[in-house]
């Protein structure tokens, strides 16, 4: 009599450790974006923080596009 219990796709901290990656990513993408814009903004004497909005806004679109590819990706 032999049972073969389906296993789950991953450990749960395997899971943990993938969804804590993404985040810290994002954050660290967000981060380097918003203080690149504000270095250039610095850096051109601007009034307005045109970078700062510029790449802070592109920099949020950059990393929701690392986390959906890393959460379409299928799993090996």
Same mark, same amino acid.
Request: proline letters at 7%.
């Given at each position: 009599?032999?049972?073969?219990?389906e296993?789950?796709?991953q450990?749960?901290?395997?899971?943990?450790?993938?969804?804590?990656?993404?985040?810290?990513?994002?954050? @660290?993408?967000?981060?380097?974006? /918003?203080?690149?814009?504000?270095? =250039?903004?610095? &850096?051109?004497?601007? +009034?307005?923080? @045109?970078?700062?909005?510029?790449? /802070?806004?592109?920099?949020?679109? =950059?990393?929701? &596009?690392?986390?959906? +590819?890393?959460?379409?990706?299928?799993?090996?």
């Amino acid at each position: 009599m032999q049972t073969n219990p389906e296993k789950p796709s991953q450990k749960p901290l395997n899971a943990y450790a993938k969804y804590s990656s993404l985040g810290i990513q994002m954050a @660290v993408i967000i981060g380097v974006g /918003s203080y690149g814009g504000y270095k =250039l903004d610095k &850096y051109f004497q601007n +009034k307005t923080p @045109v970078f700062t909005i510029i790449l /802070s806004l592109a920099s949020i679109a =950059l990393a929701m &596009y690392v986390v959906l +590819k890393d959460l379409i990706k299928p799993n090996k």
